[in-house]
């Protein structure tokens, strides 16, 4: 069972910015990806960015591209999801899930945290 606990949310004014975390608990961390989502509310969750498990590879929605940056330690068995120039769209409950495969469907992901609020004020 991986664990999975986000941190780093919380309101910011329009054009700030936020790190968000995702620390795991599992030993094996290394070969999961990893990835975040948001869900705004009313919408069904979206994917934001993913990395592979050695973290050499990032992917972004269009929407996030330029502005956010996900990075990874695996020897802290931490992703980060640093978010410069918020926007009010970007309000959000951001989730991390960690899976085996690099997909944009969240189905196909086996865990999940339990979610980081994101608010973006204009």
């Known amino acids: 069972q991986v664990q999975l606990v986000e941190s780093g949310g919380g309101l910011v004014q329009a054009g700030g910015s936020l790190r968000l975390s995702c620390a795991s608990s599992t030993r094996t961390f290394s070969v999961y990806i990893m990835t975040w989502f948001r869900q705004a509310p009313g919408k069904e969750r979206e994917f934001v960015a993913a990395?592979?498990?050695?973290?050499?590879?990032?992917y972004y929605a269009d929407s996030v591209k330029g502005r956010f940056t996900l990075s990874r330690d695996n020897a802290k068995i931490t992703v980060y999801l640093q978010m410069n120039s918020l926007k009010p769209e970007d309000t959000a409950v951001y989730y991390c899930?960690?899976?085996?495969?690099?997909?944009?469907?969240?189905?196909?992901?086996?865990?999940w945290g339990q979610g980081t609020q994101v608010t973006v004020s204009s």
């Open positions: 990395v592979s498990g050695s973290g050499s590879t990032t």
């Open positions: 899930a960690a899976g085996a495969l690099l997909t944009r469907d969240a189905d196909r992901y086996d865990y």
